[in-house]
């Protein structure tokens, strides 16, 4: 662009913007800066000077898109070219980068731009040394792994401004949007990644998860298998599968027979500790426990840790804690100091943990990560102590290669003893599988919504992987025996529209689409679960339970209808209110649903008293008395221990650590009678690491 020689009010206006952005006032700096655009608004300098600004915040993404809206003004400006040619290298857009670099050696030097660029912006060279991962994607990763959700995000965005084509960080984003519930913007960033990359499991292994909480469970289950098909070895994309296949209803049982026996397959090739590991222990009063967790944070799961740890009896137990995850707060910090001792291990391999457990002399191994993200299966079921039990989630020990007892209680036994694995056995809880302390912190119990309204609300969770058509079908006949009763769905940080359609769609299906409401409040006010204010009566998830919202309904005053079904993972919500005293509430198929809640619908009085009273009957019960609770898990602890030391000291010995039959290495779900176990075919790559 064509300028004066000698424009000294120009060279004037430019020394003070250029000062404004060394002193790091960028308000003054815009407004000088979009003072001289609204003076000359062809002039490319002004953009120039905002990209300075945007590139002194490390803000790379706006400053590349100034640069180049000053370069389209003035495409014959050397600095403008070079800043661009320098901005792309360092952010790994190289064909980008060469291009401006290349273009700039035919381009002239505008004498009045050329003294503002700092030394980052004036030399290629330098910058193709410096390139490195961008500040803004590592601080992203930083965060995720820290649990600071939202400021993992707003590195992404800032990212993802600077270089569109950075795979990585769209499947970063996915992941902080599939922590926070945001299903939609969690399925567009993995698509975006899977474009970019085809190759990288991580994306349809996030993607399979994000569309199973939308309820497209078929779709989920081609992105798993195609994660699977990525990394044929991968125990982590084997768990991810199975733990989602939870999901799906009843029928499908020989799709998680198949993912079973796939992780089994995963599991057996895992390498393990060339150490002999020796099973000598110190004699000691107390028999040690270890917790394995990934979720030693604020958590719903911690809840119920910590209601464990404050109630162990020190004079019996020592307690140490193997702490899987990066996040730190002050929960981590409180349940660090019911632990007499602490280990980080999110960074260790399994073989050398196989020895640091051994070293550690741990009686007892209580594994609570069961398949969820960041689990340790691989060294669960290298058996590193002489005693392992799994606890807290799903598949809670069952079929779970390295465990040798399964907790069930009065609900889950039978189906517990149906589905073990070879070599475990099922241990009875005197006082239930869930115990936590009391909500002090929760508001006091309010008046009956039905008062008011002269018909029952019923609530439930609006999580589209939890409200399956199953339970939309279980629900509606709830619906249909109480007279013009509504349904409130929530309980959850955001509601997407999608999900709104489709599951008003899929009430309709019954003839319920009128009916259906969403509870879309601010966040303050979920905070304080006004959500269960609203409602008369907490209709539970099918086939997948919940657990802690059952526990917050019946503290709220709100009776909770639970269908039991076949499965761990349809018990649960029985398990809780067989806990809580009110096994009345427990539903064998959609009759039983449907006569709760006509009943409840007939005597709001009768109701009304029910919501008034249920705090403190509760507050009494097994599930809210976790010393009970702790106390019936320390006794299987001593019987379990006291099998194994006799078994090991018996002369025949042998593999037999906890029962008479030899717990077997790949203890798995048994295969139907007169049928053998699928063969699980080895990968080209596993057949040449083993010389086949």
Known sequence: MKRPKNDRELVKKLVEVNQLIAARKGTEAIERAEQMMRESPDDPIGYFLLGLYAFSQNNFGDAIKLFDSAHERDP???????????????????????????????????????????????????????????????????????????????????????????????????????????????????????????????????????????????????????????????VDRATAALLDADFLPDSLEPVRVELRDDLAARIATLPRSELKIHRGRTQRDRIRVAYLCNVFYDSEQARFIAALFANHDRKRFEIV???????????????????????????????????????????VL??????????????VAARPAPVQLAWL???????VHGIDVVLSDGVTQRSDE?????????????????????????????????????????????????????????????????????????????????????????????????????????????????????????????????????????????????????????????????????????CDGPDDMARLAASFARDLDALAATRRQLRDSVATSDLFSPKRFVQSLEEIYVATVAKAKAAAAAPSGGNSVLWDKPAATTAGRRPAKGKKRPTKQKSPARKARRGK
């Open 321 to 363: 804690g193997y702490q899987q995850s990066i996040v730190k707060d002050t929960v981590s910090v409180d349940l660090q100091s019911h632990t007499g001792s602490w280990r980080e291990i999110f960074d260790i391999q399994d073989s050398v943990m196989e020895l640091i457990i051994n070293g550690d002399e741990i009686d």
């Open 418 to 586: 149906a589905s073990v694995g070879d070599g475990q056995r099922t241990a009875p809880m005197k006082h239930g599988l869930f115990a936590l302390s009391p909500f002090t912190f929760l508001p006091k119990v309010g008046e009956l919504p039905a008062r008011s309204a002269d018909r029952l609300t019923f609530g439930g969770l609006c999580d589209l992987a939890r409200l399956t058509p199953e339970a939309a079908a279980l629900w509606s006949r709830a619906l249909g025996a109480a007279p013009r009763s509504k349904l409130l769905l929530g309980d959850v940080d955001t509601i997407a529209p999608a999900v709104k359609d489709r599951l008003v769609d899929l009430f309709g299906h019954f003839g319920m689409a009128d009916r259906v409401m969403f509870w879309d409040a601010q966040p303050e006010d979920r905070l304080k679960i006004e959500f269960f204010r609203h409602i008369d009566v907490l209709l539970d998830t099918y086939p997948v339970a919940g657990r802690l919202n059952i526990c917050k309904a019946l503290w709220m005053g709100v009776p909770v209808l639970s269908r039991k079904g076949m499965r761990r993972v349809s018990q649960i919500g029985a398990s809780l209110l067989a806990s809580a005293g009110r096994p009345e509430w427990i």
């Open 393 to 399: 989630e799903p598949p809670y020990g069952i079929g």
């Open 76 to 234: 014959d400006c050397r600095e403008y070219a070079d800043c661009l040619a320098i901005l792309y290298t360092v952010t790994g857009k190289l064909s980008d980068g060469l291009y401006f670099a290349k273009l700039s050696t035919t381009l002239d030097s505008d004498p009045y731009v050329s003294p503002l660029i700092p030394n980052q912006l004036s030399n290629y060279f330098e910058a193709l040394d410096r390139i490195q991962p961008s500040r803004h994607f590592v601080s992203a990763m930083m965060s995720f792994n820290a649990g600071k959700i939202d400021d993992a995000i707003r590195s992404c965005e800032l990212e993802l401004k600077q270089n569109d084509q950075h795979d990585l960080c769209y499947t970063l984003l996915g992941k902080c949007h599939l922590k926070l519930g945001n299903y939609a913007k969690a399925a567009g960033a993995f698509h975006a990644a899977t474009h970019l990359n085809r190759k990288n499991a991580d994306n349809p292994s996030g993607l399979g998860s994000t569309l199973c909480h939308l309820g497209r469970f078929d779709e989920a289950l081609v992105c798993h298998r195609r994660a699977l098909d990525l990394e044929p070895e991968s």
């Open 366 to 379: 209580v594994d609570l990560c069961g398949y969820t993200q960041g689990n340790r299966a691989g060294l």
